[in-house]
Structures are given as C-alpha cells and as structure tokens.
C-alpha cells in the first residue's frame, strides 16, 4: 500500500504572494490533517478534512484554507504570505476512529518565505 | 503556556548510557499521549503510545502521570541511532487533533 505524498517538496515564494500544497493520503485513509512547523519547533495542528468537510482547526486565520476531495486528496492554501509562514507543512492521513495509532504522516512541503 | 512542555535539550550522552526526557501538559481534556521521533529534516514517526501503567517497548519505557500532568520517556543502552528529536504528543479526541511540544533533542555520542 502506498503511503502519504505531499508535493512539491521544497518552494519558495514571495511575501505577499499565494501557495498551494498537495496531499494523497494512503490508501483506505478517509481524513487529512494539516500541521506547520516552524524551525526548532513541534507541528501545530492547521486543520483536518474528513468527507470533504473541514471538522477541527486549530489557531490559524482564515487565509489557510484547504480542500479535500472526493478521492481523498487534499490541498492547504495560504493566501498573502508572511514571512513567518516559513515551516515544514505537514499532512497526515488516517482512518476517521482509528485514532492516532492509525495517523501516516508525509514527509512534508519546506515552504519558504522571503 | 504551550500546552505541552518539554525541555528543549540537547541531551549528549554516549552510547550505553540511560536518558530520561519529561514532559508536562496543560489541557486536562487531552485524552491520548504519546512519544514521536523525528529525524533532522524528516517527518515525525511514532515511537510509543504512554499510559499510567507504563509502556515498555524493548529499550524504551514510557509513563503517564495524570494526577501530575506529567509524562516521561527512559531510553536504556542508549545507541547512536537514537540520535532524534523526541516529541511528547497530546490527543484531544474532540478537537481530533494532536498536540506537540517543541521537541527534546538528543544526540548519542561515541
């Protein structure tokens, strides 16, 4: 079975300016979670999509979005970029009641900022 | 306050030696607890889940304290591979979401 992709896997961007990231979950895994983490820092929770539907956010503003689709893919949008959204961006799949023993991360998106 | 606490490190020892690394939380309505590991520029992988009767997965022994809000990890016979980032994780099961500290990074010496 396939694990979780992300893409791309290294950007740069221009404060200012819009991204978008990508995540294929593992087969059989019905939940995306979004995490940031900034350097010398843990992951911080963004958000989690199950049945294309946002259903837990942490403390982000409204300019991270994301999307989940029917395949179960998912993207995380930033909109306006600062320069301390510079950070691993990391997604996670699971099965939703499975609980974390059942989360794959993806080896994350190094997004940076300048 | 971060709601989950850990000292920062780095933690050197040599090889062979035994570690200890704590961790607090704050959010009592955290449920699930658990250790990651997290490799220089990698994603983060579960080490071990904690629970108040102990864990103890070969050289690993992890322990919940809930009355203290205290959690631990003990690494024995440390290796040079155990050389990571150690991250104490909280779930809450109703903002389904994990909580990390910021990491405890050791490094094992020859």
């Known amino acids: 079975e396939t694990g979780v992709t992300q893409s791309p896997t290294h950007l740069i961007k221009t404060r200012g300016q819009q991204v978008t990231l990508r995540c294929s979950s593992q087969?059989?895994?019905?939940?995306v979670s979004w995490y940031q983490q900034a350097l010398g820092q843990g992951p911080q929770f963004i958000f989690q999509?199950?049945?294309?539907?946002?259903?837990g956010r942490g403390n982000f503003p409204p300019r991270f979005s994301g999307l989940q689709f029917p395949n179960y893919s998912s993207e995380l949008n930033v909109n306006a970029l600062e320069l301390d959204d510079s950070a691993l961006y990391l997604c996670a799949s699971s099965l939703e009641g499975q609980g974390v023993l059942g989360y794959t991360f993806g080896s994350g998106t190094r997004l940076t900022v300048v | 306050r971060k709601e989950v606490e850990q000292d920062p490190g780095p933690f050197n020892v040599p090889e062979g030696a035994t570690v200890a690394f704590n961790c607090t939380y704050s959010?009592?309505?955290?449920?699930?607890f658990f250790w990651y590991r997290q490799d220089c520029r990698k994603e983060p992988k579960l080490l071990m889940s904690v629970y108040s009767s102990g864990n103890e997965d070969g050289r690993f022994t992890a322990q919940l304290n809930r009355a203290s809000q205290y959690i631990s990890l003990l690494i024995r016979d440390s290796k040079l591979s155990d050389s990571a980032t150690y991250l104490c994780?909280?779930?809450?099961?109703?903002?389904?979401?994990?909580?990390f500290g910021s990491g405890t990074r050791l490094q094992v010496q020859p």
């Open positions: 999509y199950y049945r294309e539907e946002e259903n």
């Open positions: 994780v909280a779930f809450d099961t109703g903002r389904r979401a994990l909580t």
């Open positions: 959010n009592s309505a955290s449920q699930s």
């Open positions: 087969s059989g895994h019905n939940t």
